[in-house]
C-alpha cells in the first residue's frame, strides 16, 4: 500500500467537487482533489519519485514501484501559459515525498475565472485500487489517500 500525500494545504474533496468533467467523472483516473488555501503557496511532491512530466501548471512524478500521481494545479490554468506559477524543481528531477516543486497562488488563479481546486490523480489505477481518502482539511505533506 502506497502512501499518496496532499500536494497543498486546503480542503479535501471527492472528484466528482472537481468543476471538471474529465476530471470529476474519474476518466483520467481515480484519486482526490483539494480546495487549497487562498494565497501563496507551493505544491509538494505527493510521491517520491522521478518528476517525468513538469507544467508549470501540472505534474506527474512515477514512483520506483512504477506508479505515477497526477498534481493539476487548478482547472484550465494551461491557458495562463505558466504565469503564476514558478517551477521549483525540473523534469527528470528525483525528489523526495513532499518536496515543494512549484510556487503558485490560488487566489489569482481564482481572480482570473479559473477553479484552484487541484486534482491528485492515480495514474493507470482503478477505482477499487484507491482507499482511504481523506475528507476534511489537509496540509501539504498530509496522507491523502492510500493506493494499493
Known sequence: M???LAP??????GLAAVPDPVFS???????AAIDPLRGPGKAVAPIAGKIMKLHPHAYVIVGDDGKGV???LGIDTVQL?????QLLAAEGDRVSAGQPVVAWDPSEIEAGGRSPVCPVIALDATAASVRDVVAGRVRAGDELFRWI
Open 81 to 85: 501559459k505558466g504565469e503564476g506559477f
Open 2 to 4: 502506497k502512501a499518496v
Open 25 to 31: 467523472a474519474g476518466m483520467v483516473g481515480p484519486g
Open 70 to 72: 497526477l498534481v493539476h
Open 8 to 13: 497543498v494545504e486546503g480542503a479535501a474533496v
